[in-house]
């Protein structure tokens, strides 16, 4: 058994021939959240990393088991907080697939603008939280003044700012605000033109560029083999965008290319998430204004009860693939449910990405591979 | 008109009358220590406040504005929460060595005061090698650091103070060949005699190219010697935490804090001393009435304005830039930056000889 003492006595003890252990967090500013890594150092270099997991596990799986069909969406808003909608949408579609319930198309355009806010959103904290773990604070203030748009959409509409429990089984939850329309045109006139300001401040920054161009390397081979998903993957010229290769909702209508870079660094990283922010701009603005009038959520009964079998639904978060299995019983509750969260496999890439390069290094390559902890313990 | 000079000037005239000559000089002794520490104290003030609203300017906020009219008394309210804070000291801390950096540190940038004119005929200490003695001085900082780092007991202040220790020795060399230039130009290590052979033009207009170069790796040295972004490796809050000074609370960290804005302050004044003629007013060939208007504006005000331009320079790049690592920025040092000074002190050199600058 391993108690609480064993494991301080374990990770401070330094390693042989001088070299140097270090804990970086469960409290520490780089980790954004209560990530746990033992690294063992020669010197500045990196030598091994060993995460730590479970700081923040809330044993949301197991929760979801005594919550029904209709409440059990929303305690994954708090997975990967970033992408709340995204989360909550693959419950929603896991229960609609399992019902086989016919979602209102009005309902499915909503979702969609709804989860590329999100992701955009989302790459913009990533963005500037990445630019301050390489030192330079400025970005993370002009991230925000765009994502501060978005968070104000997703009050109006859905009432909060951060855990929205906007998708519902069957649809949204409510109507769009009379306004979502217009200022989310807004928001994309704004983003058009201030997005060149990001170019200047980081994607052109010498520094920058030094810091990032060639550090994390990840091949191909093992983007595949770590199960790697998401921009992590697509930089190492991986195909996995769920919505190209298993399109679903509208996705299959819009024009929008998947980005692919195949330098596999953590500057292609960076780069397929800004180029990334750009294609879902275009994905908003091609459906922002044919928004089809009629329901915005299905008929369903009160209380719902899946057929028993087993149901898999995979959706595309802002971090990689999501996948939600759910196995039913016929009863009011989940028998079982299991997430395939994005963070938790992109993370077991780490130490192999990180051995044998700076500590500075292990900033950018933690940076692009933009962790969300709660995302990874659950 | 306003003038450091005259204050002075009738004090000690007032002191010799009053006293006799050995009590006046304990005296004036007592007044300069007085002076020096509040100008510490008043420039930690101001230089903390002016970090925070300049940088809440780049990042379209608006910084402190609580306390005080604009927020003015923002860092006293900070300065007296510090000193209400224990100053905590580690268990397995050198506890000798540990109280002991902070004050290292802070001494070594009173030090640095002495020879700095702050006006026309109102500096501390003319000593005839000033510039060797600031040069010498300054690189004492980095024992107060690497003290803090090893004597904490914590291998993120290690790994801060080591960085520290390679970076401040290694940038050290491109400062010293930098400052070189304009000794060379001037013929004198005295601060005045140099701030004198600018009274008909600035070197950095004065000296052509090379000085323009000697000044811009002045400016990058100095911002790595002082441990400021770009260059800000020792502290790397998201890599170390707070690198060298993690362990210290209260007003021992307070002091390192202090000590890195009067460092600042005082690199920029000796840039703003070598480089832009110190008190020396602005003036331009043979536009008497232009000359005229400039020589009203008092001495120190030109000192503090150049000092204060050079120091907006350094906090503009922190606020710009992502910080270097540990390699690239040793790199930048011994690839770049030392030998194009070693070439450019060649080119001032021959500029000297010659005689070509104006």
């Known amino acids: 058994m391993y108690t609480q003492t064993d494991v301080i006595k374990d990770t401070t003890a330094d390693g042989p021939e001088g070299e140097l252990v270090i804990n970086m967090g469960p409290q520490h500013p780089a980790t954004h959240g209560v990530l746990h ?16 997991l479970g700081y923040i596990h809330r044993s949301i799986e197991k929760m979801t088991e005594s919550l029904t069909y209709r409440q059990f969406t929303y305690v994954t808003s708090r997975m990967d ?3 709340a909608h995204i989360n909550n949408l693959a419950c929603a579609m896991t229960v609609e697939k399992a019902m086989q319930i016919e979602v209102p198309e009005r309902a499915k355009v909503i979702r969609v603008l709804m989860n590329e806010l999100t992701r955009i959103a989302s790459h913009e904290l990533w963005i500037g939280a990445m630019a ?24 109006e509409t859905c009432g909060a700012r951060l855990t929205m429990n906007y998708m519902v089984p069957g649809g949204v939850m409510y109507d769009i605000h009379p306004s979502f329309q217009q200022k989310v045109k807004e928001f994309v006139t704004q983003f058009k033109h201030k997005v060149t300001e990001y170019e200047d401040l980081v994607t052109n920054n010498v520094i920058f560029q030094s810091r990032t161009k060639g550090v994390g390397f990840l091949s191909k081979e093992d983007a595949i083999s770590y199960g ?8 190492s010229g991986v195909s996995c965008d769920i919505r190209k290769l298993y399109p679903y909702e509208v996705y299959d209508k819009v024009q929008f290319d998947e980005v692919l870079d195949t330098a596999g660094d953590s500057f292609a990283r960076y780069m397929v998430r800004v180029r990334e922010m750009n294609q879902s701009i275009r994905i908003i603005e091609q459906l922002i204004d044919s928004i089809p009038e009629g329901e915005f959520q299905a008929k369903t009964k009160a209380v719902l009860k899946p057929p028993k079998g087993e149901f898999y639904t995979r959706v595309e978060t802002a971090r990689g693939e999501l996948g939600v299995y759910l196995v039913s019983e ?24 990180a051995r044998g390069s700076k500590i500075g290094d292990l900033m950018a390559t933690m940076g692009t591979l933009d962790l969300v902890i709660p995302d990874i313990d659950r | 008109m306003f003038s450091l000079e005259g204050i002075t000037g009738t004090v000690q005239n007032w002191l010799l009358n009053t006293f006799n000559p050995q009590v006046a000089l304990l005296i004036e002794c007592a007044i300069v220590i007085l002076l020096a520490i509040s100008l510490f104290a008043v420039l930690g003030l101001v230089l903390v406040l002016m970090e925070r609203k300049v940088a809440a300017h780049i990042q379209i906020r608006l910084g402190p504005n609580r306390v005080g009219p604009g927020g003015m008394f923002q860092t006293v309210a900070d300065t007296v929460k510090l000193i209400m804070k224990e100053g905590l000291t580690p268990d397995l801390a050198d506890k000798f060595l540990f109280n002991l950096a902070p004050f290292v540190v802070m001494i070594v940038a009173m030090l640095l005061l002495a020879p700095i004119a702050f006006a026309k005929n109102f500096q501390i200490w003319d000593i005839n090698i000033g510039v060797l003695y600031v040069s010498a001085v300054s690189s004492l900082s980095v024992i107060g650091i690497l003290m803090a780092g090893w004597a904490s007991n914590n291998k993120y202040s290690l790994l801060g103070a080591m960085r520290s220790g390679a970076q401040i020795v290694s940038y050290e060399l491109s400062a010293g060949l930098a400052i070189l230039s304009i000794v060379v130009l001037t013929g004198s290590l005295q601060i005045s005699d140099i701030i004198a052979s600018q009274q008909d033009g600035w070197w950095l207009f004065k000296g052509h190219i ?7 790796i002045f400016l990058i040295a100095v911002t790595a010697e002082t441990n400021r972004a770009p260059f800000d490796l020792a502290e790397a809050e998201s890599e170390l935490t707070a690198g060298f000074h993690t362990e210290y609370s209260g007003m021992k960290f307070a002091l390192f804090f202090l000590a890195e804005y009067i460092n600042i302050f005082i690199v920029c004044a000796i840039g703003a001393t070598l480089f832009l003629g110190g008190w020396m007013p602005l003036h331009i060939g043979n536009w008497e009435g232009f000359n005229h ?27 710009t830039f992502p910080r270097l690592r ?18 450019n002190l060649l080119l001032v050199t021959l500029i000297a000889i010659l005689g070509w600058h104006f």
Request: with cysteine; glycine share 6%; aromatic share 18%.
């Open chain 2, 326 to 343: 540990v390699d690239q920025l040793l790199n930048l040092e011994w690839k770049y930056l030392l030998p194009i000074s070693l070439f």
């Open chain 2, 210 to 216: 090379p000085v323009i170069i000697a000044f811009v």
């Open chain 2, 293 to 319: 208007v400039m020589d009203y504006i008092p001495s120190s005000v030109w000192f503090f304005g150049k000092t204060f331009f050079l120091i907006f320079l350094i906090m503009w790049f922190r606020w």
């Open chain 1, 81 to 83: 907080y970033l992408s």
């Open chain 1, 228 to 235: 790697c998903s998401g921009p992590v993957a697509r930089a």
């Open chain 1, 330 to 353: 016929g009863g009011t509750t989940p028998y079982r449910i299991k997430y395939r969260s994005p963070g938790f496999s992109n993370l077991s890439a780490l130490d192999h990405m």
């Open chain 1, 132 to 155: 301050m773990d390489l030192g330079a604070f400025t970005p993370f203030f002009y991230a925000f003044r765009e994502r501060e748009l978005i968070t104000d959409i997703m009050e």
């Open chain 1, 37 to 52: 890594l033992v690294i063992t150092l020669d010197g500045e270099t990196i030598k091994k990393i060993e995460p730590h």
